[in-house]
């Protein structure tokens, strides 16, 4: 292995490696717990796991703060075998009076599009995001639109009906969710999207449809036709509003207008803060777990209970702090959120695998073997103890002719096959500056 920068490369795992660990995948219903998982190896198991599935499985992280780990880690182990979702977090506090980036909100939307279509592959998401009520299942294909090249468009119904799909009008476009008209020149950033789009208008007919850089405003490429996400995650519509008006009314007493959230939402506004109020703009809501199929695979740390009821004593403290402003009433956490017992309730009809760190003792009837074994018939909780061991602590010495030869020897020793069993060296070396690091 050569490693140009300083920093050790190496060619992917899955290529060199067909499977280290052998996971067993639990059926509908059944449990298995994975244990005696040091270092990256749960990460390895559940890459091994969900590359062998034909499944899709969700993955619940303990915190948002792990997502882009995993989310590397997983991508790295399963090397193209299996695409890896992330339902970002709205990296916001429960009941914030203000809004998560408009980034974060067309990641979320672009991924909530995507969900009931997926099959396989996996979902990452953090458990308090789990924990968030969303839209019902049909509400971002319901609320999208496509527009096409040789479509007649006039211009004062698509500003209405980009409005109402809850996008922002601007002098210029920058963020995903805006928009700006200027004469027959339309740009619109659309939800999920990376670059906006430049819609050119000749005589109400749309004639070409491009992708720009908005800050060059420089055409990129051009397209034939474009699928246009809601801007947020409820509707603005006349009808979604009067629908909004009148649960508002029947949930809180007094005079409604008031209220900052009511007078925004009336005048077809999207007031920082809104997401918290997401259920008054529909009869019913869902869970992330209702977007995705039956069979799904539910995996775990054995955290999970301990933070769900971590993260729902957060949301009742924050709560019975500020539900006593008058010109912003809240919802009540369980209006808001989903219970953790519900959650968990949900996740126990699943398949599911629990993953730790440390060996779990066993008796031989609860001991299983690797997935190449004959698969018990029963339905019982299992372990699966995997023949990992935590890694040694490597002490590297940069001003050592050769600082990475403690874990060259290390890689040596081990039993795991290397791609490739060439010298692992660190940068080009500079004399003059080496003498100089010795020089006492």
């Not at 009931?116 to 609320?143: C, E, I």
């Not at 126990?348 to 690797?370: L, N």
Request: glycine share 6%; net charge negative; charged share 25%.
């Amino acid at each position: 292995m050569q490693a140009e920068t300083g920093a050790l490369s190496c060619a992917p795992l899955s290529k060199s490696i067909p499977s280290l660990l052998q996971p067993r995948q639990p059926r509908t219903g059944q449990r298995i717990r994975w244990s005696a998982l040091y270092g990256a190896s749960s990460r390895l198991a559940l890459a091994e796991a969900i590359a062998a599935d034909s499944r899709l499985w969700l993955i619940v992280a303990d915190d948002a703060r792990e997502l882009d780990p995993l989310q590397a880690e997983l991508e790295f182990f399963l090397d193209g075998r299996a695409v890896v979702h992330a339902f970002p977090d709205w990296e916001v506090l429960p009941y914030d009076s203000f809004s998560p980036h408009s980034e974060i909100i067309s990641e979320r939307l672009a991924t909530l599009a995507e969900l009931p279509r997926l099959k396989k592959g996996a979902v990452l998401v953090a458990a308090d995001t789990l924990v968030q009520r969303l839209p019902p299942r049909g509400y971002v294909d319901g609320r999208s639109f496509v527009l096409q090249v040789g479509e007649r468009l006039p211009v004062e119904p698509l500003r209405q009906r980009l409005i109402e799909a809850g996008y922002a009008a601007v002098g210029q476009v920058a963020d995903p969710g805006e928009f700006a008209v200027r004469g027959a020149l339309v740009d619109v950033f659309p939800m999920g999207a990376t670059q906006p789009l430049r819609l050119d208008l000749f005589d109400e007919e749309i004639e070409t449809i491009r992708t720009f850089d908005p800050e060059t405003q420089r055409s990129i490429a051009t397209l034939t036709n474009v699928r246009l996400l809601p801007g947020r995650e409820m509707p603005l519509d006349p009808e979604s509003i009067k629908g909004f008006r009148r649960r508002y009314r029947g949930r809180f007493e007094g005079d409604p207008n008031k209220s900052q959230i009511y007078r925004g939402v009336s005048d077809g506004i999207a007031p920082a803060g809104i997401e918290f109020y997401l259920p008054l703009f529909f009869e019913t809501t869902a869970s992330l777990l209702d977007y995705l199929p039956q069979e799904t695979v539910v995996a775990a740390d054995t955290d999970l209970e301990s933070s769900l009821a971590r993260i729902w004593e957060s949301i009742e403290t924050r709560y019975e702090d500020r539900r006593h402003d008058l010109e912003r009433p809240l919802l009540a956490p369980r209006e808001v959120f989903i219970e953790p017992h519900k959650l968990l309730e949900h996740c126990a009809r699943a398949a599911r695998v629990e993953w730790q760190h440390f060996k779990i003792e066993t008796t031989a009837s609860t001991e299983v073997a690797p997935a190449t074994a004959q698969q018990p018939d029963t339905d019982q909780d299992e372990i699966q103890n995997f023949a990992t061991a935590a890694p040694r602590d490597l002490r590297l010495d940069a001003r050592a002719d050769q600082p990475l030869a403690p874990l060259e020897q290390y890689l040596c020793g081990s039993r795991w096959p290397r791609p490739d069993r060439g010298r692992i060296t660190g940068p080009p070396r500079n004399a003059a500056a080496d003498a100089a690091r010795r020089r006492p």
